[in-house]
């Protein structure tokens, strides 16, 4: 199993970015995908996640009405929208595939906030 980011980079403050993460040698719709986020000195953090059909999304409250998680299953991708970004945002960004007992991660992507 692979999970591949990509996407992350420097950003100033108000602006966007759309994280991508590929997925490959597993059932891509079977698995909740969610992203994650990691700060220096911090615990990694939940962000956004996706149902495995899809239907269902939820958000940390920090990046509700800022971010939106969504997935194309033909290309077994889940994207990333972050808009109106703070420097706060500022983490390494992860990748996760769940399902049952089975949980992969990424290898992550950096988001830096600055001006």
């Known amino acids: 199993v692979q999970l591949v980011e990509s996407g992350g980079g420097l950003v100033q403050p108000g602006g966007s970015l759309r994280l991508s993460c590929v997925a490959s040698g597993l059932t891509f719709t079977s698995y909740r995908m969610s992203w994650h986020r990691q700060a220096p000195g911090e615990e990694r953090e939940l962000v956004a996640a996706?149902?495995?059909?899809?239907?269902?999304?939820n958000y940390a409250e920090t990046v509700k009405g800022r971010f939106t998680i969504s997935k194309h299953n033909a290309m077994q991708t889940v994207y990333l929208q972050m808009n109106s970004l703070k420097p706060e945002d500022t983490a390494v960004y992860y990748c996760?595939?769940?399902?049952?007992?089975?949980?992969?991660w990424g290898q992550g992507t950096q988001v830096t906030v600055s001006s």
């Open positions: 996706i149902s495995s059909g899809g239907g269902f999304t």
């Open positions: 996760n595939a769940l399902y049952g007992t089975l949980n992969f």
